[in-house]
């Protein structure tokens, strides 16, 4: 059972930066595709980004540029590096991760299995 433990989440003013961690354990491989996504008040969960095969990404429109995702593998946790925070990125982000997973599903939250509990980001104006 892959388990995922998320942390860093707080409240920042606008242009801020934040970064989130993502601690994994079980069973992972280098297969395992981890992705972070997040769900504001009211709305659907939404994909953010994703990491697989060591460091190939992927990025929502909305935060390519400003998002980094990264992996470090010695100590199984994955990053999400955010910086000049909008307050349209207020939400809770979950990390999720799948150890077999097709391109076309990366973005797919029914895709994933195993999630985190969650952390709060709040970037305030």
């Known amino acids: 059972q892959v388990q995922l433990v998320e942390s860093g989440g707080g409240l920042v003013q606008a242009g801020d930066s934040l970064r989130l961690s993502c601690a994994t354990s079980?069973?992972?491989?280098?297969?395992?595709?981890v992705a972070w996504f997040r769900q504001a008040p009211g709305k659907e969960r939404e994909f953010v980004a994703v990491?697989?095969?060591?460091?190939?990404?992927n990025y929502a429109e909305s935060v390519k540029d400003r998002f980094i995702i990264s992996r470090d593998k010695a100590k199984m946790t994955v990053y999400l590096q955010m910086n000049s925070l909008k307050s349209e990125d207020t939400a809770v982000y979950y990390c999720?991760?799948?150890?077999?997973?097709?391109?076309?599903?990366?973005?797919?939250?029914?895709?994933?299995?195993?999630w985190g509990q969650g952390t709060q980001v709040t970037v305030s104006v």
């Open positions: 079980g069973p992972t491989s280098s297969s395992t595709v």
């Open positions: 990491i697989r095969s060591g460091s190939v990404t």
């Open positions: 999720a991760a799948q150890n077999i997973l097709p391109f076309s599903r990366y973005r797919v939250p029914g895709a994933y299995n195993y």
